[in-house]
């Protein structure tokens, strides 16, 4: 209505929480299955994780069109688990669907790892009987799989992994693929009996007994916390974006059928098509809207490519693309279906090669249980304009990095050599490549804004490239100019982090690297040689450098500070010690830096003025502002770009490079001790007061097994964004 606003409303959702809990707490002994939430959740230090929980259940919840309708079908799914057989209920049959796919995959592999063994006598006389007994462990397995749920737990648990007698003078590379296979199949059994089908059906059903009582407290806590932030809200007379969908929704849609309101029958008389872009990234209630507007089945046209969905921690529901996507009839076949669909899979952007390439691995990568879509010629890019000239063929770099330690993928020593091989290739690149003028239609030299760096960590990293780049003389620009993707600000982000834990070892060697400190790689690696194994931390707590006992020394003073002083004194303190207004500054587009770092130091003091404490909340607070994005503003002319993948979508650099392709994907999401999936339902850790223990129940593992999927589905769309930025 007329004078409301919008704002994230954290602090509200602070109030509301507060006041939610004290109403709990007051009536806590007549409410049993409250009680039960506060033991399961609650800590001696306070009931921080059950406040969590139940606010994380009201934030996923708002993406439904009907919240409290899905939230009292997951009471009901652990309440008919509590007294059903495990293979009677969706979420464990799916679970022993993923099974039987599982020993179906290993099985085949085994069997053609078998084929090997008749290359050499000595080796199938040694291999054999352990591939004899892995086969046919497979098929007993899969056949328990298939008649139920303790069959299967039953037959996983027998199995033992086999040992491989020692063969003398054969071909090592055979005996290795061998090996792997056989090892491969072992962990696999390993990874089914210990989070797919891990337990007695007997147990499961005592599981989800515990549970539902503490769920419907969950479930409690939840409704009388948005309750109280809903009568906060219209007191203070805002509403956030997630009100605006849900009171839209209710106009527009009768509560009980679902069906157009009248309102919305009179709104749609005067609507004649809607159009609807970037429809991969669109969610349930969004939908509810448009289809509640439309006026006849053919008036919604929908425009969208689920390959480039990539937004599902704003909770883009992509699977609502794919189900029209096979619904629909294709134009071409049947153009008088009243739901059509239109295939648009000319490409104008790229040259040949790398369409090739981006079609090379999807092909081999993507499928209909994998992605969304199953990538073939209806999927696979095709030239829609002129040939370039000249041939520019796709690279790919392997980098050994025999050196590293343990081959640990997030080390300081992997991520400066990558860095630094990335700067000595964008040398190349300016010297030797020739792309198309976009103004003239006529090869020329390529200039440093012709080319884009993407990184999916990007405020870690991000500073090693720059870096890199500055060293050979190549000006870069960090995020196009967005605030959070800015270099200064992913400078304070890592030195705060640092303050707040030294032992994370990217942050650290970003700061030591940064303009601040301007460690340089020889100096780095003498600090590691200090303490070959462990943290680099603990390393650099050894050495002798004048350059790394200044840098401690500094380090040790903020961690002193740190307990004592508000998060704006801490940032004020470091730019004091650090001059770092003055050293960024003296960097290109300085006047822009250090209003940044002003900026930064603005969002510390609204943290602490919002009631809000705690250097590791401020840190949170700022991931959550960087994921929900601001408008990028137009990048420094004559830079390379450094981008993250979401920054870049939309957009097209005639040469893109795409490092860090190794790093493990994030699944902190998946570590949390409530898991919730909009198929599955919501499950979470139980805790054994006991044994003083917390575990993850089956229902939970069944939940985090989706979600991981999804995640990983997620990733491989976010490579084809990336890759598909590319024109030449």
Same mark, same amino acid.
């Given at each position: 209505?007329?004078?409301h ?7 509200? =959702?602070? %109030?509301?929480?507060?006041e939610?809990?004290? =109403? ?6 007549? *409410?049993?299955d ?9 800590e ?6 059950l406040q ?19 939230? !009292?079908r997951a ?6 688990a ?25 099985? #085949? ?16 006389? =040694?291999?054999?009987?352990?591939f *004899?007994?892995?086969l ?9 799989? /298939? ?18 007698a ?15 296979a056989? !090892? !491969? ?7 089914l009996?210990?989070?797919?089908v ?12 515990l549970?539902?009582?503490?769920l ?23 509403l956030d ?6 009171l ?5 849609? +009768?509560?009980?059928t679902?069906?157009p ?9 005067? @609507?004649?098509?809607?159009? &609807?872009?970037e ?5 349930e @209630?969004?939908?509810?809207?448009f ?5 006849? $089945? ?7 490519? &689920? =390959? ?28 008088e279906?009243?739901?059509?669909r ?16 981006t ?44 050196? +590293? ?11 400066v ?9 964008v ?5 030797e490549?020739?792309i ?9 030299? /390529? ?22 780049l500055e ?27 640092v303050?707040?834990n030294?032992?994370? *070892? ?24 200090e ?6 931390? +603990?390393?650099?707590?050894?050495? %002798?450098?004048?350059?790394a ?8 003073e ?10 704006g004194?801490? &940032?004020?303190? @470091?730019?004091a ?7 960024? %500054? /003296?960097?290109?587009?300085?006047a ?9 130091y ?5 943290? $602490?003025?919002?009631?809000?404490r705690?250097?590791?909340?401020f ?26 993948v979401?920054g ?6 005639? @040469?893109v490079i ?15 001790a ?27 593992? /069944?939940?985090?097994?989706r ?17 598909? #930025?590319?024109?030449?």
């Amino acid at each position: 209505g007329e004078g409301h606003t919008c704002l994230p409303g954290e602090r509200l =959702k602070d %109030q509301a929480m507060e006041e939610a809990l004290e =109403k709990k707490y007051a009536q806590e002994q007549g *409410d049993l299955d409250f009680q039960a939430a506060v033991e399961n959740f609650a800590e001696d230090r306070g009931d921080r994780k059950l406040q969590s929980a139940a606010r994380e259940l009201y934030n996923k919840l708002r993406s439904h069109a009907d919240p409290q309708g899905w939230l !009292d079908r997951a009471i009901e799914t652990v309440k008919l688990a509590a007294g059903s057989q495990p293979q009677d209920l969706p979420w464990s049959q799916e679970l022993l669907k993923f099974c039987l796919e599982t020993l179906d995959y290993q099985q #085949r592999r085994l069997l053609q790892a078998g084929r090997l063994l008749e290359e050499d006598p000595k080796v199938q006389e =040694k291999y054999g009987p352990a591939f *004899d007994y892995c086969l046919a462990a497979a098929q007993t397995m899969r056949q328990a799989a /298939a008649q139920g749920w303790d069959e299967c737990y039953q037959a996983l648990s027998l199995f033992e992994k086999p040992r491989l007698a020692a063969v003398r003078g054969a071909d090592k590379e055979l005996t290795d693929q061998l090996k792997q296979a056989k !090892d !491969d199949f072992s962990d696999s059994v390993a990874f089914l009996a210990q989070q797919v089908v891990s337990r007695p059906g007997e147990q499961v059903r005592r599981e989800m007994a515990l549970s539902l009582p503490i769920l419907r407290g969950l479930a409690g806590l939840e409704r009388a916390f948005e309750a109280e932030y809903d009568q906060i809200k219209r007191r203070e007379n805002v509403l956030d974006f997630s009100d605006l969908e849900h009171l839209a929704l209710g106009l527009l849609t +009768d509560e009980k059928t679902g069906a157009p309101s009248q309102l919305a029958q009179q709104l749609a008389q005067g @609507i004649t098509e809607i159009l &609807v872009d970037e429809y991969q990234d669109t969610n349930e @209630i969004q939908d509810s809207i448009f289809s509640a507007l439309r006026r006849k $089945e053919n008036s919604l046209f929908m425009v969208g490519d &689920v =390959k480039q969905s990539i937004y599902r921690f704003r909770l883009a529901e992509p699977e609502i693309f794919v189900g029209k996507y096979y619904q629909y009839q294709d134009y071409e076949i049947d153009p008088e279906a009243p739901q059509k669909r239109i295939m648009l899979n000319r490409n104008f952007r790229s040259r040949r090669e790398v369409l090739e390439l981006t079609n090379f691995i999807f092909r081999r990568l993507m499928s209909r249980d994998f992605g969304g879509v199953d990538y073939n010629e209806n999927e696979e890019l095709r030239q829609g304009q002129g040939a370039y000239d000249g041939a520019c063929p796709a690279e790919v770099y392997l980098l050994d990095m025999q050196r +590293d330690r343990d081959g640990e993928e997030e080390s300081v020593e992997k991520a400066v050599y990558e860095a630094e091989f990335v700067g000595s290739l964008v040398v190349r690149q300016l010297r030797e490549t020739q792309i198309t003028d976009k103004q003239t239609g006529l090869p020329r030299p /390529a200039r440093p804004d012709d080319i884009a760096i993407l990184l999916s960590s990007f405020s870690n990293k991000a500073p090693l490239y720059q870096q890199a780049l500055e060293r050979r003389g190549i000006p870069s620009s960090a995020g196009g100019g967005n605030f959070y993707a800015s270099i200064e600000t992913a400078v304070m982000r890592s030195m705060l982090a640092v303050i707040d834990n030294p032992r994370q *070892d990217i942050p650290l060697i970003s700061v030591m690297r940064s303009p601040l400190y301007l460690f340089t790689p020889d100096e780095l690696l003498a600090i590691r040689q200090e303490e070959k194994q462990g943290d680099f931390y +603990d390393a650099l707590l050894q050495s %002798q450098l004048p350059h790394a006992q200044s840098f401690l020394a500094d380090l040790r003073e903020f961690r002193a500070y740190r307990p004592d002083v508000s998060v704006g004194r801490l &940032v004020s303190l @470091i730019y004091a010690r650090t001059g770092a207004l003055g050293v960024f %500054q /003296a960097l290109d587009n300085g006047a822009q830096r250090r209003r940044n770092l002003q900026r930064f130091y603005q969002l510390a003091l609204q943290y $602490e003025n919002s009631g809000s404490r705690g250097l590791f909340g401020f840190l949170r607070s700022l991931e959550k502002r960087a994921q929900e994005g601001e408008p990028p503003a137009d990048p420094a002319p004559g830079a390379v770009r450094l981008m993250s993948v979401h920054g870049s979508k939309g957009l097209e650099f005639p @040469i893109v490079i795409l490092p860090d392709l190794d790093k493990r994907f994030n699944t902190d999401d998946l570590r949390q001790a409530m898991a919730m999936h909009k198929g599955t339902g919501l499950a979470f850790r139980l805790r054994d007061l006991q044994r003083r223990l917390e575990y993850k129940t089956q229902m939970q593992q /069944a939940v985090l097994l989706r979600c991981r999927q999804e995640s990983r589905e997620e990733e491989l769309r976010k490579l084809y964004v990336a890759m598909t #930025r590319a024109q030449e």
